[in-house]
């Protein structure tokens, strides 16, 4: 799989001169960054803008606008990045055009596989050295990703590897977008391959349907870029690739101001809500963004946000052993979801998965079917939550960004 990948991809980029530092130094218990420290930016792409910022720059670069048109074709239907693919162009101009508008921003430098192929998690890096993660997961009726928002995370969740790290930078919204569109043009390489050699016997899709954002960071904390990404993402041909934003789910641990205003975008997405704990005691020790909006408060939000979009909000839920997996845990948890009405919420159990040095472990067998079954006395629609790729470190909490 690997190899397809990289084929795909364009010579890399050189290295920006002044490389990001990216420090080894864990942040401080309870410590978060709201804000992403200062950094050279990534280079503009197309994919930065809707279709008539893209015909502004377009003109800012020396051609005519209506070559905006054109490439966006090329990089959201044909999902192609050689010019000599882009027989529309100008044979004189083509190549130049192409690294202007559409520099390369992602470089392939790591690709891990697991479930039998079904689930490929590609480390990328950044024009500047950062590097992040993206997963691709194949299943019968759907084809999801999970991708990054930020390079590291701000958020300090002490069981989660990517909230160790401390947050490196904010991404633009086209290496937000890029993550996306390498995915879907590695599949249509694959679904090229099949073709070639007569046909598969598989049948299920090699479309990307469904985009999460739980890689790394915290998409709310990057507002700007990741709700330019969203419009990317599902906007129609040429303006974007079209998805479906039913197809979509924005996750948060928390920031409420972030998801007052993704409410009021009025879009039908699903929001995931990273809690973790129904008490502010332990919440305050797990996401530690809960020292600033306390749970009734983060759940109000999200209770609005169903409210206002009629899309069902996702509760996330890691067990931890003897942490956050007593009983009176899951029946306080049942009993704030349904003080705020039936039908708005469902919860995700999540096996905890293992990160390094960790000193948490997931909850025993017998101790998380009593969480489940007292969260579904409560009414409250419950579903432990799949763990694809956990051996690649590949699930959630586990993105920590890593060359070898």
């Given amino acids: 799989m690997s190899e397809t990948l990289n084929r795909g991809e364009a010579t890399a980029p050189a290295a920006t001169k002044v490389p990001v530092e990216i420090s080894n130094v864990r942040p401080a218990p309870g410590q978060i960054a709201l804000k992403a420290p200062r950094r050279a930016k990534p280079p503009k792409h197309i994919a930065d803008f809707d279709m008539a910022g893209r015909r502004e720059f377009l003109k800012e670069l020396g051609y005519q606008s209506f070559r905006a048109s054109q490439l966006s074709k090329h990089y ?136 999460v954002f739980m890689g790394m960071g915290e998409a709310l904390a990057n507002y700007k870029a990741t709700m330019g990404a969203v419009h990317r993402l599902i906007d129609p041909s040429p303006e974007g690739l079209g998805i479906s934003a039913r197809g979509l789910t924005m996750s948060t641990v928390g920031l409420v101001p972030g998801i007052r205003k993704f409410e009021l975008e009025k879009l039908p997405i699903t929001l ?78 999540i096996p905890l998965n293992p990160t390094p040095g960790s000193k948490w472990t997931a909850s025993r067998k017998g101790v998380e079917q009593n969480f489940v079954e007292r969260l579904r006395a409560h009414g409250i629609p419950t579903t432990i939550r799949d763990t694809r790729g956990s051996d690649i470190d590949g699930a959630c909490g586990q993105l920590a960004a890593k060359e070898d």
């Fill in 76 to 211: 959201f239907e044909r999902l192609v990045t050689d010019p000599a693919e882009m027989t529309d162009l100008p044979a004189k101009d083509r190549e130049q055009m192409v690294a202007q508008a559409m520099p390369q921003l992602l470089t392939p430098v790591r690709t891990l596989e697991a479930d039998g192929g079904d689930t490929l998690k590609v480390v990328h890096r950044l024009f500047d050295g950062a590097l992040i993660e993206s997963v691709i997961m194949r299943y019968d009726n759907r084809v999801t990703m999970c991708i990054s928002s930020q390079a590291g995370c701000g958020m300090n969740c002490p069981f989660c590897a990517t909230g160790q790290q401390g947050l490196t930078r904010n991404l633009s919204t086209a290496e937000i977008v890029e993550q996306v569109v390498a995915g879907a043009r590695y599949l249509k390489q694959i679904k090229g391959l099949e073709e070639a050699e007569g046909g598969s016997e598989d049948t299920r899709p090699l479309r990307v349907s469904n985009i």
């Fill in 272 to 349: 995931a809500l990273s809690l973790h704990a129904p008490d502010d005691e332990l919440r305050d020790e797990l996401i530690p963004i809960n020292q600033r909006w306390k749970v009734d408060e983060t759940l109000d939000a999200a209770y609005d946000y169903y409210r206002t979009t009629g899309r069902r909000v996702s509760i996330e839920y890691a067990l931890i052993r003897d942490i956050n997996d007593q009983g009176w845990r899951a029946d306080l948890l049942g009993k704030k979801l349904a003080q705020r009405g039936r039908g708005w919420v469902h919860v995700n159990p």
